[in-house]
């Protein structure tokens, strides 16, 4: 069974810079993965913020970036504010059926 | 505007079938290089794509789902439907339907989730 995977939890202080990243039980995520990012506050539907690892939706805001690092999908979130606190997921494509993270809840104290 | 709404109950007995429907209004079911999903998140964990069907009938299944689960168009209503069939406790879950477009393009148009809860 795929496994994809994120960091449970990041702290980032108001102004910082964070990077979420989003791994593969298969092995180096590339852009053939279309990585997707989503962000999801209590009680919401979750918001569609990066599409094919680089490509921001236009309600996106300007701080939050995609790319790949490491072998893994990755979110930057630079200038970060308090409205980020969030939890993020990431899904990735595997030919037909599509696997998200387990998600990581940041905190911004 | 493009929106999505899930309807269907809210309460369902263990080993039936769970049956939702997503109307989709401001664009065709069957546009052009369309997808259609559901996705699902069980209270306090993370989110599960069940399925996607595409804008010419083609289905996709999570695997661990595909022997129960069933998506499909229905056109004249321009809603896509999901069957979950045998249910267990484990099926209890906020359910959501997104959209989504050619090139690995997840839509910020999802509707706002309907928890069905499994229990006798």
């Known amino acids: 069974q795929t496994v994809v995977t994120q960091e449970p939890s990041l702290t980032v202080s108001p102004g910082g810079t964070v990077t979420l990243t989003c791994a593969s039980s298969t092995g180096a995520v590339t852009s053939d993965y279309y990585p997707n990012w989503f962000q999801q506050k209590p009680g919401q539907a979750p918001r569609a913020l990066i599409y094919?690892?680089?490509n921001k939706h236009s309600r996106t805001p300007a701080r939050f970036s995609g790319s790949l690092l490491g072998g893994k999908a990755a979110l930057t979130l630079s200038g970060v504010q308090p409205e980020d606190e969030a939890d993020y997921y990431c899904a990735l494509y595997y030919g037909g059926p599509w696997v998200f993270g387990g998600g990581t809840k940041l905190t911004v104290l | 505007q493009l929106q999505l709404q899930e309807s269907g109950p809210g309460l369902v007995k263990p080993s039936e079938t769970l049956s939702l429907a997503c109307t989709v209004s401001?664009?065709?079911?069957?546009?052009?290089?369309?997808?259609w999903a559901w996705i699902r998140q069980p209270p306090g964990k993370g989110l599960e794509h069940i399925g996607t069907?595409?804008?010419?009938?083609?289905?996709y299944y999570r695997p661990s789902l595909k022997s129960r689960a069933t998506i499909s168009l229905d056109t004249s209503r321009n809603q896509f439907t999901l069957k979950l069939n045998s249910v267990t406790a484990a099926d209890t879950a906020v359910y959501y339907c997104a959209y989504g477009l050619p090139g690995g393009q997840w839509t910020d148009y999802w509707g706002q989730g309907t928890l069905v809860t499994v229990s006798s």
């Open positions: 094919s690892t680089i």
């Open positions: 401001g664009v065709s079911l069957t546009s052009s290089n369309s997808y």
């Open positions: 069907i595409s804008y010419t009938g083609t289905t």
